[in-house]
T-cell receptor, first 113, second 110 residues
Framework: GAGVSQTPSNKVTEKGKYVELRCDPI?????LYWYRQSLGQGPEFLIY????????DSGLPNDRFFAVRPEGSVSTLKIQRTERGDSAVYLC???????????FGPGTRLTVT | DAKTTQPTSMDCAEGRAANLPCNHS???????VYWYRQIHSQGPQYIIH???NNETNEMASLIITEDRKSSTLILPHATLRDTAVYYC???????????FGGGTRLMVKP
């Protein structure tokens, strides 16, 4: 079946601009996670949704970052006033339940110039 | 989550077994051991997980010591496509996020 998909695969934006990154989880998966991976590092947790609600947003670095999942399926990660330090690969993962294994998408590579 | 310690890198000859160690000496009774791998420019891929019994699936085997303070991921017949960074993660049974460390960079050589 279809895996987790993320769009766009690459995004280049100028410092100060607003960006939206989209995640389509595996159909039927209720848990959805966002991670960020900088070059040479392991992924770092940002936020976790169970259904439509953010169950844990402790990994969001500051209030410029926000994520939604209005219908409990597709999620959008939103970054306001982008900074060069936001450049990274943003990964989305989903699982059938919070205690099950997570399946990752290919990521969106964000470059802030 | 308990922290894990893995070697930074390992080499393995193609066709031979790759044995990747992981130390998790502070693991709690309700924490599982998960293994993921990340091939260059791809998202992490789930491999296997276990609590205290050894586990095997089509990708790999997971051997957990009796005291649960360490584990070994075994790829029985490594191929060039197994070249990747392998992450050992401990995670409690409440779920939530995965905490990735540095992982082991496995290089499978012809």
């Amino acid at each position: 079946g279809a895996g987790v998909s993320q769009t766009p695969s690459n995004k280049v934006t100028e410092k100060g601009k607003y960006v939206e990154l989209r995640c389509d989880p595996i159909s039927g998966h209720t848990a959805l996670y966002w991670y960020r991976q900088s070059l040479g590092q392991g992924p770092e947790f940002l936020i976790y949704f169970q259904g439509t609600g953010a169950a844990d947003d402790s990994g969001l670095p500051n209030d410029r970052f926000f994520a939604v999942r209005p219908e409990g399926s597709v999620s959008t990660l939103k970054i306001q006033r982008t900074e060069r330090g936001d450049s990274a690969v943003y990964l989305c993962a989903s699982s059938a339940s919070p205690v099950r294994e997570q399946y990752f998408g290919p990521g969106t590579r964000l470059t802030v110039t | 989550d308990a922290k894990t310690t893995q070697p930074t890198s390992m080499d393995c000859a193609e066709g031979r077994a790759a044995n990747l160690p992981c130390n998790h000496s502070t693991i709690s009774g309700n924490e599982y051991v998960y293994w993921y791998r990340q091939i260059h420019s791809q998202g992490p891929q789930y491999i296997i997980h276990g609590l205290k019994n050894n586990e095997t699936n089509e990708m790999a085997s997971l051997i957990i010591t009796e005291d649960r303070k360490s584990s070994t991921l075994i790829l029985p017949h490594a191929t060039l496509r197994d070249t990747a960074v392998y992450y050992c993660i401990v995670r409690d049974n409440a779920g939530n996020m995965l905490t990735f460390g540095g992982g082991t960079r496995l290089m499978v050589k012809p």
